[in-house]
């Protein structure tokens, strides 16, 4: 118990040091592009930005030791925050948690075997991280924050990218000339964080999953017009495309056609991304499921895709959380897809090699519902992992008999697990050294993967190898 406290300590006057503050819900989710440029210097233009940006990247890291288990990850962000004692963190309490969720502990955990039955039975499959909390208590603030992996109202905050950029940026050369498809895929999530000041070909590509595909793959005159106009555009106006004068938004738009031309006339990309309704009605019929069904097929194609990330958003249940519409139809969707999803992994391969990470943006307060029957934001929150040599059937972590706070952090680090612990964690599974520190950026302040690696402040939850 001590050691855990001297790890808090020597964690608390880091980050008092580093400053991350913990955002309140009435404070302003982020800043915006005018109020950092403003911030970053009187009269600072994007433009004068980019042309900043030295002509080479120089790249600092520090020898660590990586995971390296898997070759592809896919986040699921539960938008809106679950409730971590309703769901990963289940506390009974009397006269509260409904009787159908038919609490029984699972491999040592108590869990809501009637509220996500498939996933129970799936136990010995996935990790529950219960010792995790978030630093911020705003919705935009925090979802931001799970997927760039830092405080988003910090001085590089507007320019950071997904982390789903930055693997794809470090996976770029792992592609080969056939593999056509995005390396970052974005599935039912359209407000994700998007590149940063990375190229643009490093962005989420955004897909809404549809039972005919991705929409215009094809052209209304046929292939061989289409072929034809491609040739002569390139005729006329190859001179702006190739080592354009205009710079770098002329090659990121050539990169962007010759992308999307990739995945025309593409057996494999329609392979990938259509479904039959019999196989949606199998992972639950709703959009999440359909998701799960593109993210097994994607991977399953081998094009190049790396990193996909996919967003069940609803969880935001400050009234009536037990309601039949809320939380127990929310929870069969999750359920349902999640389940086939890693069932499907597991029959084809690929769940050895992919890494399912999976949380909300904070969780939900604890004990007695509120007056609304419902339950409002709190820190305290869980993580979900499964997938590329992740040890299944245990927890990491506990909190107190409420679930307000951890008690047990569970780890090496003998501290509460925080979003950049995850970050890291991601890095460390696809091979990545999460201490890089990329000099790249516009204000020439160096980019670290995770923030301030080179004070050893956050790091990998090596545990759930073990």
Not at 47 to 69: C, G, Y
Not at 123 to 150: E, K, P
Not at 332 to 343: E, F, K, M, P, R
Not at 443 to 461: A, E, T
Request: with cysteine; hydrophobic share 40%.
């Amino acid at each position: 118990m001590r050691a855990r406290s001297n790890q808090q300590d020597k964690f608390d006057r880091l980050i008092a040091k580093y400053h991350h503050p913990v955002a309140i819900h009435s404070e302003r989710p982020h800043l915006t592009r005018r109020r950092f440029f403003n911030i970053a210097g009187t009269g600072v233009t994007a433009s004068w930005l980019a042309s900043r940006l030295p002509a080479t990247t120089v790249i600092n890291t520090t020898p660590v030791q990586m995971q390296n288990a898997a070759q592809n990850v896919i986040y699921i962000l539960l938008a809106g925050a679950p409730s971590h004692t309703d769901t990963f963190d289940l506390k009974v309490i009397n006269g509260t948690t409904p009787a159908t969720f038919d609490p029984a502990t699972v491999n040592g955990m108590v869990f809501p075997t009637g509220l996500l039955p498939k996933l129970a039975a799936l136990s010995s499959d996935f990790t529950v991280v219960r010792s995790m909390q978030a630093w911020a208590l705003v919705h935009s603030l925090a979802q931001t924050w799970t997927q760039i992996g830092r405080n988003p109202a910090g001085v590089l905050g507007n320019v950071s990218p997904n982390i789903g950029s930055v693997v794809a940026i470090e996976k770029q050369a792992e592609r080969t000339p056939s593999q056509v498809f995005p390396t970052f895929l974005a599935l039912n999530s359209n407000g994700a964080a998007g590149p940063g000041y990375f190229p643009a070909e490093y962005a989420p590509f955004k897909v809404t999953p549809s039972t005919t595909g991705l929409k215009n793959t094809t052209n209304p005159d046929g292939q061989t017009r289409f072929n034809s106009r491609w040739d002569f555009l390139h005729h006329l106006d190859d001179p702006l495309r190739v080592t354009s004068p205009d710079g770098q938004p002329m090659a990121d738009y050539d990169q962007f056609y010759s992308a999307a031309k990739g995945m025309m006339y593409n057996p494999v990309v329609t392979a990938a991304f259509q479904y039959s309704a019999a196989e949606s009605a199998l992972y639950g019929g709703t959009s999440f499921g359909n998701a799960c069904i593109l993210a097994k097929q994607v991977i399953g194609a081998n094009q190049g895709t790396r990193y996909i990330e996919i967003t069940l958003g609803g969880w935001d249940m400050h009234q009536n959380i037990y309601a039949a519409n809320q939380l127990p139809q929310l929870g069969a969707q999750l359920d349902n897809g999640l389940s086939q999803l890693i069932t499907d992994l597991k029959a084809s391969g690929d769940f050895a090699n992919t890494m399912i990470v999976m949380a909300g943006e904070f969780g939900r307060t604890v004990g007695a519902l509120t007056p609304a029957k419902g339950r409002d934001h709190h820190p305290q929150q869980f993580a979900f992992f499964a997938g590329a040599g992740v040890t299944g059937g245990k927890t990491i972590g506990a909190t107190d008999a409420t679930g307000a706070t951890t008690v047990d952090p569970g780890w090496s680090r003998a501290r509460i697990i925080k979003p950049e612990d995850i970050e890291a964690t991601i890095y460390s599974a696809m091979g990545i050294n999460w201490t890089t520190v990329r000099y790249d950026d516009p204000l020439g302040r160096g980019f670290y993967y995770v923030p301030n690696s080179d004070q050893d402040i956050y790091g990998p939850i090596n545990e759930l190898w073990q």
